[in-house]
């Protein structure tokens, strides 16, 4: 692995405050804020709201869908946004791997309090509780679904819950890495799950009873992704975009370090093209790359 530039010190330090400011900030924002279902300019939208999730569209005329702050916005290519869901903070957000219209999230109504856990199956309008969860309604910030089996989907709420019943019912499995930041199931086992955290990557092979370092100790790993085809995608900083396979999550190699100083914090992979990369930034960016995560440019520009 290479290391980090002399100056990283400094850099991770003030780069880990900021994250750690996210769900303080989100709070001081209005939920008034955001008119009704009405189209308007990506850069309008990111200065009313903060994005906790990002999937691709499997359905309409969509790109992208961006869980936010104030619901969740349908994003077109030509860069304009509109809200489809009801007014909903949707902290927690995962598409369903096998339902194209199915979504599953968790956060805060807009009367307050927790929302428990979700599920949409008409593409994000409508929503219903599955589940309060344990110890609920929870408010899940990380959470997955494992591509290897659908049916079961991991959340944290304080300690991590399991479900292997599609949301109707959870378990404790355990607690997660000590400063956890997101989430991602194995493409190839339902009980391997990984963990991006402020103290580096971890991966736990008994559905987070335990947990392993797997890389990057001491680092801050903003973001973990799981490709279709077994590949990892983990930001860390410092570094930059790093990419590794399942069966070889020892070899790390750098994709792309031309973020400047944005963090990403949430990424999806296209379904249909797995080049196709997307992902958000703690400054509200939403960038876009064609080529497997190798270039980055924003939005609709690539």
């Not at 989430?183 to 392993?212: E, F, I, N, P, R």
């Amino acid at each position: 692995m290479e290391k980090q530039p002399q100056n990283a010190e400094a850099r991770t330090l003030s780069m880990m405050s900021i994250i750690s400011k996210l769900a303080f900030a989100c709070s001081l924002i209005s939920l008034a804020a955001i008119s009704p279902a009405s189209a308007e300019t990506l850069e309008a939208l990111a200065g009313k709201t903060h994005y906790h999730g990002v999937a691709f569209a499997r359905s309409g005329s969509a790109t992208l869908l961006l869980a936010s702050h104030h619901g969740l916005f349908a994003l077109t290519k030509d860069g304009k946004a509109t809200r489809v869901s009801p007014l909903h903070d949707y902290m927690g957000f995962s598409p369903d791997p096998v339902d194209p219209l199915g979504y599953y999230a968790s956060g805060h109504p807009a009367g307050g309090g927790n929302s428990g856990f979700l599920k949409s199956a008409d593409g994000g309008a409508t929503w219903k509780q599955l589940s309060p969860g344990v110890g609920g309604p929870v408010d899940f910030h990380q959470m997955d679904v494992s591509p290897a089996d659908p049916k079961t989907i991991y959340g944290s709420y304080g300690e991590l819950q399991v479900s292997r019943d599609g949301g109707q019912s959870w378990s404790v499995a355990g607690t997660p890495p000590t400063g956890l930041i997101a989430l991602a199931a194995s493409s190839l086992k339902a009980d391997q799950l990984y963990a991006a955290t402020k103290q580096g990557l971890y991966v736990s092979a008994d559905a987070g009873a335990s947990w392993q370092p797997l890389g990057f100790a001491g680092e801050v790993v903003s973001t973990i992704k799981v490709g279709s085809d077994g590949s990892l995608f983990a930001f860390v900083l410092g570094r930059g975009l790093m990419k590794a396979g399942e069966n070889k999550p020892d070899d790390w190699t750098l994709l792309s370090n031309g973020f400047g100083n944005a963090i990403p914090l949430h990424s999806a992979i296209d379904p249909a093209n797995p080049n196709h990369h997307a992902l958000t930034t703690q400054e509200n960016g939403v960038l876009e790359s064609i080529d497997g995560g190798a270039t980055w440019a924003p939005f609709g520009k690539s």
